[in-house]
């Protein structure tokens, strides 16, 4: 979407390209696209209410399979039959990325739309402060725990600057690097 309102390098549309070619960052650890079949279908709903034809829409999700397909794992999109309830959200659209984050034991989810990830079971840690059109805003991760999944909420700028930082981006490792970041900063 970036790139056809003509922005380019991008966070967002840096960390695209490289889950789209299935390696992240310095070292080329495999990405791995995960994504819902709702999700799915939300994404060709917003496209065609922005404009997209139908045909538009249904080739942007074809490619977006494609690259979930093609990734290290060769996954197909989930299906999720539940998952949502264990999350107290107010989007039931967010809680079905964070479930689908969560059944693929997914160790990072990157989104603009961190205050909708904010549960009252999230741990928070502020990352950095950035100049946004509206002023000053204030960037954080979140960490969502459960039994053996563990899943960090991030904001693209974020994870632009920890690729280039090189951290390990399993979640304790990242957690933790984070954190000792955001105490050094006070």
């Avoid at 390696?23 to 997209?52: D, F, K, N, P």
């Avoid at 002023?135 to 693209?156: E, K, N, T």
């Avoid at 974020?158 to 984070?178: M, T």
Wanted: aromatic share 6%; net charge negative.
């Amino acid at each position: 979407m970036a790139t056809a309102r003509g922005r380019r390098g991008t966070a967002a549309q840096r960390i695209v390209s490289m889950v789209a070619s299935g390696r992240w960052g310095h070292e080329g650890r495999e990405a791995q696209l995960v994504i819902s079949i709702e999700m799915l279908e939300t994404l060709a709903h917003v496209l065609t209410r922005q404009g997209a034809s139908p045909d538009g829409a249904e080739a942007y999700i074809e490619a977006v399979m494609g690259i979930m397909k093609h990734g290290p794992g060769e996954l197909d999109p989930y299906l999720l039959l539940g998952g949502r309830e264990q999350f107290a959200m107010a989007d039931a659209e967010d809680a079905g990325v964070l479930a689908t984050a969560f059944a693929s034991s997914a160790a990072l989810l990157v989104t603009d739309n961190l205050k909708d990830f904010q549960t009252r079971d999230a741990i928070r840690v502020d990352t950095r402060l950035v100049q946004a059109a509206s002023g000053q805003r204030q960037l954080y991760a979140l960490r969502h725990r459960r039994s053996d999944v563990d899943v960090i909420v991030a904001h693209p700028l974020d994870v632009i600057v920890w690729l280039e930082q090189r951290l390990d981006f399993e979640p304790d490792a990242l957690w933790s690097e984070i954190s000792r970041q955001a105490a050094n900063r006070v």
